[in-house]
């Protein structure tokens, strides 16, 4: 099932530089000054970032020596149960000495296989490619086609990173792989991992790769090459694949029936299972006089990706996240209670929140990223406006103790919210637009002559 195309398969002598191991940890150092509570996670040795790098330089030569001379293996993980977006995650963490290795590898390696994607994948690409490039994609399609109904399939990996078969992860690593070279034990090490449980335990995983290291991300995305190999041969359609999100567009009825068919085949074929709650068989449209085909429902929208395209190409927020920026203010509010307790003054409470605002969007640089994302591509201004109202009542009601009323903008305007600093979510989206923001999504970038980028999205 797994074709890749490569003139010679890669060699560990051939891909490893002492240069690289450095710029790895180079790298792995700078999270510590926008991330620090990430430098301070510790694997099953308890050691942090700065404790790696407190002894960095004699740390990097003695790994340099034990991975030329092929000592180095991976040890087990520790596993870190998180919750993102109201979901339960695994997050396997290594030493710091086997992440520096791991980044490594993950940046070697992608470099050299970034020829074998097809353009249509987007996540843990070497360089030119991300969320924003696979989104426009979509976008375009959509408003290119605007007078048409468009068919959509989409289909996503059912709890993806666990449930890789390791026999399909094994016919990855022996396609770009010399076989019994280094390189191939390295990587081997991912498939086969292991981790110590809560009582010490250690498990060596069955299937799935580590959730959590950049070389799983690569391993993963290689599994998934089948999908693309099958789905880009079709004309007058969008394909796009982010990670395990795949969403195929079209306006001709028979290729998204071949399509669907072909989904499910890949899926059986490569043992993976599709998300149930995922799975879309449909057709955007807004016109009335259409007639549903068999296996086919009609949709006002489609999300993807955080965000909800509707027919024509108006692009808005999902309900779900519509609520979750409402949240991230309300979490940044609670945080000012000691301070709004303090004083009684309509002005200074307000102005106390007006700051605990724009801090949120200025300073916490994970959630900034994931809201300049959707400000980015989101063209529905109205509702926009509505988020605006939204946190202007949401202020005045905290600071006047009375709830959501619209009485409180008599007491104290909306000129006097934006006097004191109220933020704007439509004028923050202008200056996006306008390049008067500089705006990444959560990326490890290497600055050197190629530039590469691992970006995760917030499902």
């Given at each position: 099932?797994i074709?890749?195309?490569?003139s010679?398969?890669?060699?560990f002598?051939?891909?490893?530089?002492?240069?690289?191991?450095?710029?790895s940890a180079?790298?792995?150092?700078?999270?510590?000054l926008?991330?620090?509570?990430?430098?301070?996670?510790?694997?099953?040795?308890?050691?942090?970032?700065?404790?790696?790098?407190?002894?960095?330089?004699?740390?990097?030569?003695?790994?340099?020596?034990?991975?030329?001379n092929?000592k180095?293996?991976?040890?087990?993980?520790?596993?870190?149960?998180?919750?993102?977006?109201?979901?339960?995650?695994?997050?396997?963490?290594?030493?710091?000495?086997?992440r520096?290795v791991d980044?490594?590898?993950?940046?070697?390696?992608?470099?050299?296989?970034d020829?074998c994607?097809?353009?249509?994948?987007?996540?843990?690409r070497?360089?030119?490619?991300?969320?924003?490039q696979?989104?426009n994609?979509v976008?375009?399609f959509i408003c290119?086609?605007?007078?048409k109904?468009i068919?959509v399939i989409?289909?996503d990996?059912?709890?993806?990173f666990p449930s890789?078969?390791?026999?399909l992860?094994k016919?990855?690593?022996?396609?770009?792989t010399?076989?019994?070279?280094?390189?191939e034990?390295?990587?081997l090490?991912?498939v086969?991992?292991?981790?110590?449980q809560?009582?010490?335990?250690?498990i060596?995983?069955?299937?799935g790769?580590?959730f959590?290291?950049?070389t799983?991300?690569?391993?993963?995305?290689l599994?998934l090459?089948?999908?693309?190999?099958a789905?880009?041969?079709?004309?007058?359609?969008?394909?796009?694949?982010?990670?395990?999100d795949?969403?195929f567009?079209?306006?001709?009825?028979?290729?998204?029936?071949?399509?669907?068919?072909?989904?499910?085949t890949i899926?059986?074929?490569?043992?993976?299972v599709?998300k149930a709650?995922?799975?879309?068989n449909?057709?955007?449209?807004?016109?009335?006089?259409?007639?549903?085909?068999?296996g086919?429902t009609?949709l006002?929208?489609?999300?993807?990706l955080?965000?909800?395209f509707?027919?024509?190409?108006?692009?808005?927020?999902?309900?779900?996240k519509?609520?979750k920026?409402?949240?991230?203010f309300?979490?940044a509010?609670?945080?000012?209670k000691?301070?709004l307790?303090?004083?009684?003054?309509?002005?200074?409470?307000v102005?106390?929140?007006?700051?605990?605002?724009?801090?949120?969007?200025?300073?916490t640089?994970?959630?900034?990223?994931?809201?300049?994302?959707?400000?980015?591509h989101?063209?529905?201004v109205?509702q926009?406006?509505?988020l605006?109202?939204w946190l202007?009542e949401?202020?005045l009601?905290?600071?006047?103790?009375t709830?959501?009323?619209?009485?409180?903008f008599?007491?104290f305007s909306?000129?006097k919210?934006?006097?004191?600093g109220?933020?704007?979510?439509v004028h923050?989206?202008?200056?996006l637009?306008?390049?008067?923001?500089?705006?990444s999504?959560?990326?490890w970038?290497m600055h050197n002559?190629s530039?590469?980028?691992l970006?995760?999205?917030p499902k």
């Amino acid at each position: 099932m797994i074709h890749i195309s490569l003139s010679e398969k890669l060699k560990f002598d051939e891909i490893y530089q002492r240069e690289a191991l450095y710029r790895s940890a180079l790298n792995l150092y700078t999270k510590s000054l926008f991330c620090r509570n990430k430098a301070r996670t510790t694997s099953w040795d308890g050691k942090t970032l700065y404790d790696f790098a407190g002894n960095g330089t004699k740390e990097l030569d003695m790994l340099h020596k034990a991975v030329v001379n092929r000592k180095f293996s991976f040890s087990p993980a520790k596993p870190l149960k998180i919750i993102r977006n109201e979901k339960e995650r695994i997050v396997y963490i290594w030493p710091w000495r086997e992440r520096v290795v791991d980044l490594m590898l993950y940046q070697q390696l992608n470099q050299r296989l970034d020829h074998c994607f097809s353009p249509s994948v987007y996540a843990f690409r070497w360089h030119g490619y991300g969320v924003d490039q696979c989104q426009n994609k979509v976008k375009r399609f959509i408003c290119r086609h605007s007078d048409k109904p468009i068919y959509v399939i989409k289909r996503d990996v059912a709890n993806c990173f666990p449930s890789i078969p390791h026999e399909l992860l094994k016919e990855v690593v022996a396609s770009i792989t010399v076989k019994d070279d280094y390189l191939e034990k390295l990587l081997l090490d991912h498939v086969s991992y292991s981790y110590f449980q809560d009582d010490g335990e250690l498990i060596t995983a069955d299937s799935g790769v580590p959730f959590g290291a950049p070389t799983a991300c690569l391993l993963a995305n290689l599994a998934l090459k089948p999908f693309d190999d099958a789905l880009t041969v079709f004309p007058e359609s969008c394909y796009s694949r982010y990670a395990d999100d795949m969403l195929f567009l079209t306006v001709n009825s028979e290729f998204a029936k071949v399509a669907a068919e072909k989904f499910d085949t890949i899926f059986e074929q490569l043992g993976l299972v599709s998300k149930a709650s995922a799975a879309v068989n449909g057709i955007l449209t807004d016109l009335e006089d259409v007639t549903p085909e068999p296996g086919f429902t009609v949709l006002s929208g489609q999300k993807h990706l955080g965000l909800y395209f509707k027919p024509g190409g108006t692009v808005s927020l999902a309900l779900d996240k519509q609520r979750k920026i409402c949240n991230l203010f309300r979490k940044a509010f609670a945080k000012c209670k000691r301070r709004l307790q303090k004083t009684s003054e309509v002005k200074k409470r307000v102005t106390i929140l007006c700051h605990a605002a724009n801090y949120m969007l200025e300073k916490t640089q994970s959630q900034i990223a994931i809201i300049d994302y959707y400000l980015k591509h989101i063209n529905d201004v109205k509702q926009l406006q509505l988020l605006d109202r939204w946190l202007a009542e949401e202020v005045l009601s905290i600071a006047l103790n009375t709830g959501h009323k619209k009485g409180n903008f008599a007491k104290f305007s909306f000129q006097k919210l934006r006097e004191a600093g109220l933020p704007s979510l439509v004028h923050r989206r202008n200056l996006l637009l306008h390049g008067h923001i500089e705006s990444s999504f959560l990326r490890w970038k290497m600055h050197n002559r190629s530039d590469q980028s691992l970006t995760v999205i917030p499902k």
